[in-house]
């Protein structure tokens, strides 16, 4: 089983990118990066590369997708708060971030979510961890947060 996740993005300008995240709180491992990637750390054992797409290009055989036209990945990451869903969705709207979605609260679970410098899409969440689990509004609520 894994025990690590490597989310691996292409990016146009890996510095530019690296300034965006680094304004939303984000650090980087400097370990593993160099002129063509930068391991961006989210958690202690979650992590995104971003790839400068000739870098991106030597993991696959396909095309890297053209975001202004297609979605390939939406990455959520739950936060501990409400506040911190707004604060980072706001640093990243100010840091030249596009909002994707209107911000949507179902009481028990809360998320709002942008588009990177790169089209590439983040949901901050954020739930109720004293919320009841099971129940038929949060089920239909997570299926809408997914589509």
Not at 17 to 45: H, P, R, Y
Not at 97 to 106: F, N, P, T, V, W
Not at 107 to 114: A, D, K, V, W
Request: one cysteine or more.
């Amino acid at each position: 089983m894994a025990n690590q996740i490597f989310i691996n993005l292409p990016v146009k300008d890996l510095k530019k990118s690296m300034d965006f995240f680094t304004k939303l709180g984000f650090s980087f491992n400097m370990q593993f990066t160099d002129d063509t990637a930068a391991c961006m750390v989210i958690s202690e054992t979650i992590y995104s590369m971003l790839l400068t797409h000739d870098k991106f290009k030597e993991f696959t055989s396909t095309d890297i997708a053209d975001t202004s036209k297609v979605r390939e990945v939406l990455t959520c990451l739950a936060v501990d708060s409400k506040e911190e869903v707004n604060a980072i969705t706001e640093k990243a709207i100010h840091a030249g971030a596009i909002e994707e979605r209107e911000a949507k609260d179902y009481g028990f679970m809360y998320y709002r979510s942008f588009a990177d410098l790169d089209g590439h899409v983040w949901e901050m969440m954020w739930m109720d961890p004293t919320a009841e689990n099971g129940t038929e509004a949060q089920a239909d609520a997570t299926m809408d947060s997914h589509s």
